[in-house]
């Protein structure tokens, strides 16, 4: 059993967002603060933040600490020669955290030990989540496929079928070791997303809360995490075998709570959130100052990322699902390599490329059935090649289909079956707000024969149940 956390003072701020039909999927677990510790205060100030240019300095190495060590505690990096070496692999996914955290510009100090970590690592400034919220863009991560092509039910909170094979089943079938744990309703072993893991946790108590997350669940997360690497059946492997470990931190997600040990960003939702970030940030922080520590850490990659990101009404809407803008699923990605020089990959990458990448880390075989390609090259210092990326929101019973394509600084939006098309110039307008598609017609014309191409190699796989699909034609299920 995990421990009761020490917890911090906050105060909880139930932010109504306008136009939401349904609070997105939460967990529950959180200790609930009591009723003298916090202080409940309805906000309608949605204030329109910018993201800042997608062009931005790059980030130094932050100066200090002892000869030999990293300014955040991490290992150093080692010899070139160290790259032919097969890894464990963790993963941190931190939910809802937008893209423009302080390494790519943003002005606030809201996640300091992130900051830090960038300056040691290979960052790419514009990674994406496959789909805009936990329950499509997780399991496409986790199969290295889209959610289209995946077998499902059709509801919002949805649940995956045994048919699919996620990238713990192919770890083990090569004698790897796969583990996670959380904090998060959705990842009840019911919905499926256990599926493949050697050891899979939840925080006591979890549950699927459907109207928003009410609790804080990163100290105890952390306590699970360093429980789970502290087994010998998860860490001491045989000669060859590897660990691949994912925990996914949750506070960012809303509801946002003000946390009074932490520096104050205001209360507009953003400021709030930003206290979210920086809280989680902390907690991130201590597992890493320990995983450094472990015997494990010489072999370990540390990859960083969010499930997708978050909006503050950049687009109408507040917080994330239902469609497919730049603050919903461009993400952070940082990946802390042994033996690689700390650098910023600009061109995009999807989260697509994950499973295929850490598959190579942990000396497994290329796999053909994945639908990425491996970052192992780039991130050993080859020279990263233009690729489009196509995001996938399937449609259930409260979201409509929507798909997106990313390539070479254009963006291309389709809602339902293909029957509206948006265009964006995204190096000129990387907030999305004029949409290009009647006024430059040549380029709409390339961006949709590449679309149609890519869109029409997704299999489709329809949803199961008898719930009808929002926007589907009669008897469609896809």
Known sequence: MVPP???????????????????LVTACGRARPSADERVGVASTDFAHVAAPSASVA????????????????????????RA????????????????????????KPIAPRLTKLAGESVVYTHAYSVSSYTAQSVPALLAGKYPTELSRDGYFFTTWHPENVFFGERLGARGHRAL???????????????????DYRLLPGTELDTKGVHDVTSERLVTL???????????????????????????PHYMY????????????????????????????????DWVWKQPFAEDLVVVISADHGEGFREHGRSRHAYELWDELIRVPLIVHFPGVTPRRIEVPRSHLDLAPTFAELMGAPADPDLRGLSLV????????????????????????????????GWKLLSFGDDKTIMLFDLEHDPTEQRDLARSRPEKLAELRAL????????????????????????????
């Open 451 to 478: 679309y149609d191409r890519l869109s029409g190699e997704i299999r489709r796989v329809p949803a199961t149940g008898l719930g009808p699909l929002l926007g589907a034609p009669p008897g469609q299920r896809w």
């Open 84 to 107: 032919a070496k097969t890894h464990h692999v963790l993963l941190l996914l931190i939910d809802s955290l937008r893209w423009d955290m302080p390494w790519n510009g943003y002005p």
């Open 180 to 198: 996670s744990g959380h904090g998060h309703g959705y990842f009840d072993r019911k919905l499926g997303l256990a599926q493949g893991f050697d």
């Open 5 to 23: 956390p020490a917890r911090s003072a906050i105060v909880r701020w139930p932010l109504l967002a306008a136009g939401m039909t349904l609070a």
């Open 225 to 251: 995490a360093k429980e789970m690497l502290s087994d010998p059946a998860n860490t001491q492997l045989p000669e060859g075998k590897r660990f691949f470990a994912y925990f996914h931190f949750l506070d």
């Open 58 to 81: 790059p980030v130094a190495a932050p100066p200090g600490g002892a000869p030999g060590a990293s300014a955040s505690g991490a290992p150093p990096a080692g010899s070139p020669g």
């Open 377 to 408: 090259s780039e991130l050993r210092g080859g020279t990263p090649a233009e690729r489009p990326v196509l995001a996938d929101l399937t449609r259930n019973d409260l979201m409509d289909r929507r798909r997106a394509l990313v390539w070479e």
């Open 257 to 288: 709570y003000q946390h009074r040990d932490g520096p104050d960003f205001g209360l507009s939702p953003r400021g709030l959130y930003d206290g979210e970030v920086h809280h989680t940030d902390r907690w991130v922080g201590e597992l890493l």
